[in-house]
């Protein structure tokens, strides 16, 4: 597992190639049973290969061109229903001030790392990229108000080695005991 951990890099290159079916249901796999608060699994994915949808989504998610080379885009995005269920209409963006969003948002992120260490473990290559605001991307896939975006992963089989990126140490990051 910890080889896997530490030879995961964002990757912003890709090779023109496709990746098959049963990777991907792999991937969707290890993302299914991650962990979550009361085992609500907020966690919904939208997985896109057109390359129109590709560029709308690259063009909201700040115009990073690179994107584009990935033959793979999922869009993982966070269920506010899972958390209330009397499907209260809410409108989730950066500013929603909601408990639940939080602990959605939470609880996709586990998942989502699931995904990026499973691609990782199949010999694929992935990049978390979030620079874009909700109304931006939501409309493009016709996502519902109540739910919120997490990220839009880069996914297919890398054509760069990124070098590691620096670290805190452990002492910097770890405590025992006491704050
Ligand atoms: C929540 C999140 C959002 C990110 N957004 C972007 C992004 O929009 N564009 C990008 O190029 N990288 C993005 N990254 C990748 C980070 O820059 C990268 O994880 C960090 O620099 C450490 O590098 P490594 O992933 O190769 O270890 C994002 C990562 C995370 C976890």
Request: hydrophobic share 40%; net charge positive; charged share 30%.
């Amino acid at each position: 597992m910890l080889e896997a951990i530490k030879n995961r890099r964002s990757t912003r290159k890709y090779q023109n190639r496709k990746v098959e079916r049963e990777k991907i249901e792999q991937l969707f796999e290890s993302v299914r049973l991650a962990p979550s608060g009361s085992n609500t699994q907020p966690w919904r994915f939208i997985v896109v290969e057109s390359a129109e949808t590709k560029e709308k989504l690259t063009a909201a998610d700040n115009h990073q061109k690179w994107m584009l080379a990935a033959p793979l885009f999922i869009v993982c995005v966070a269920d506010s229903q899972c958390r209330m269920g009397n499907h209260a209409v809410i409108k989730l963006d950066e500013n929603s001030a909601n408990p639940e969003l939080k602990q959605i948002i939470r609880d996709t992120a586990i998942a989502i790392d699931h995904l990026l260490l499973e691609a990782e473990n199949l010999g694929l290559s992935t990049c978390w990229t979030a620079w874009f605001e909700q109304n931006a991307v939501k409309p493009i896939l016709h996502i519902p108000e109540d739910k919120y975006v997490c990220g839009i992963i880069t996914l297919g089989y890398g054509d760069e080695m990124p070098k590691q990126r620096p670290r805190k140490p452990l002492n910097e990051i770890v405590r025992y005991e006491k704050w």
